[in-house]
């Protein structure tokens, strides 16, 4: 068994404790393979906690929780590379990991969430046919996990940017799209849509620094600066805990001082959030 650092098995050990982990089953133990991966996963490594989960695989190919997690590392692995055809060649194997979860156990929410984060990643990289059927995975998986649980903001912030990417295309596009391609997932987008599951996804999970930096990239992009800056700010107020996270701020604080806002501005009111947006309608 691979030997773990007293540096990984601390952080492991300090998430555990400050309960950085909405998702189901997000540390299983001490002891074992999933227990190790997420360790690994949660210290910055998802590449070690891919590795540790295939080797555990080629040996049991059916565990739900190691396909879940594989498909987890693989997208986190994805989002970090740079060139799009790395990115796939990560992203493909992690939808395809997300799916033999799902086909062993179709009700398990966190099979069924990681398909559709990777099917929306690798959305952003695909020709018009394959993104709008990567698109309806998203939509549908979304709306499966809040059939069951209306409070997962993971959810919520797979329709958002949902909402977001596809209103962020030109009128053109959405109406070629619509026309010649259209299911549940590019007729039911709006501006207020993206708005609403963005800002639900940050108010139910509320450490999370993906979801406060969404929502501030759909502010910026309706013109409300304000709004931007204090949800950036509010990204790097939180600890980093997921492998992206640090990516992330580090974006957050281009941005800032792209507005000529300073990264540690004081005195910005975090908890003072504008209401709430109104549910979509149906």
């Not at 009700?107 to 969430?113: I, M, P, S």
């Not at 996990?145 to 919520?156: M, Y």
Request: charged share 25%; aromatic share 8%; glycine share 8%.
């Amino acid at each position: 068994m691979p030997r773990l650092s007293l540096a990984v098995l601390s952080t492991a050990l300090l998430a555990l404790a400050l309960g950085w982990a909405p998702v189901e089953g997000q540390f299983a133990g001490f002891g074992g393979p999933l227990a190790e991966a997420d360790m690994l996963y949660t210290a910055g490594e998802p590449r070690l906690a891919f590795e540790r989960l295939e080797t555990h695989l080629s040996t049991d190919s059916a565990d739900y929780g190691a396909l879940w997690r594989a498909a987890r590392s693989a997208v986190v692995l994805g989002i970090e590379e740079e060139d799009h055809r790395d990115q796939n060649a990560w992203l493909d194997p992690a939808i395809l990991y997300a799916e033999r979860a799902v086909s062993l156990r179709p009700g398990g929410v966190d099979g069924t969430y990681w398909r559709g984060v990777a099917a929306g990643r690798r959305a952003m990289n695909a020709g018009p046919g394959y993104a709008v059927e990567l698109a309806e995975v998203v939509y549908e998986d979304a709306h499966a996990i809040l059939t069951v649980d209306s409070l997962h903001g993971g959810a919520h912030n797979m329709l958002g940017k949902l909402n977001y990417e596809i209103m962020s295309l030109s009128r053109v596009k959405r109406l070629l799209a619509r026309t010649f391609m259209g299911n549940d997932a590019l007729n039911d987008t709006s501006w207020e849509n993206a708005e609403y599951y963005l800002h639900r996804a940050a108010e139910v999970w509320p450490d999370f620094v993906l979801f406060h930096f969404d929502l501030g990239q759909l502010y910026e992009k309706r013109d409300r600066r304000e709004l931007a800056i204090r949800e950036m700010l509010h990204a790097l107020s939180l600890p980093a805990v997921h492998p992206t996270d640090v990516g992330l701020q580090e974006q957050a604080r281009e941005l800032l001082r792209d507005w000529d806002v300073e990264p540690s501005t004081p005195g910005t009111d975090l908890s003072d959030h504008d209401p709430a947006p109104p549910p979509p309608e149906g």
